[in-house]
């Protein structure tokens, strides 16, 4: 029995299927710090074929502050 493969199974339970477009399975992306980040925005850009999420956050060790400051990041579809 190999515990890696049942242990990722796990985690994409479900999510086995990806769309025609995606080029990896790399379910879930993981962001922020020790503290609360509230995502408020996402939007997929078609030209760019990219998945762009914004919002605020209050950790200091996810951003180089430690008040309120936002974050943004895009995703592709092969994970990056």
């Known amino acids: 029995?190999?515990?890696?493969?049942?242990?990722?199974?796990?985690?994409t339970a479900g999510w086995e299927k990806m769309s025609a477009t995606c080029q990896e399975n790399v379910f879930p992306i993981n962001v922020g710090g020790s503290k609360d980040e509230?995502?408020?925005?996402?939007?997929?850009?078609p030209v760019n074929q990219l998945i762009i999420v914004a919002g605020n956050t209050t950790s200091d060790d996810f951003a180089p502050a430690a008040n309120d400051h936002g974050f943004a990041y895009a995703v592709d579809f092969e994970g990056n």
């Open 1 to 11: 029995m190999n515990i890696f493969v049942d242990k990722t199974q796990a985690a």
């Open 38 to 45: 509230k995502t408020t925005c996402t939007v997929y850009d």
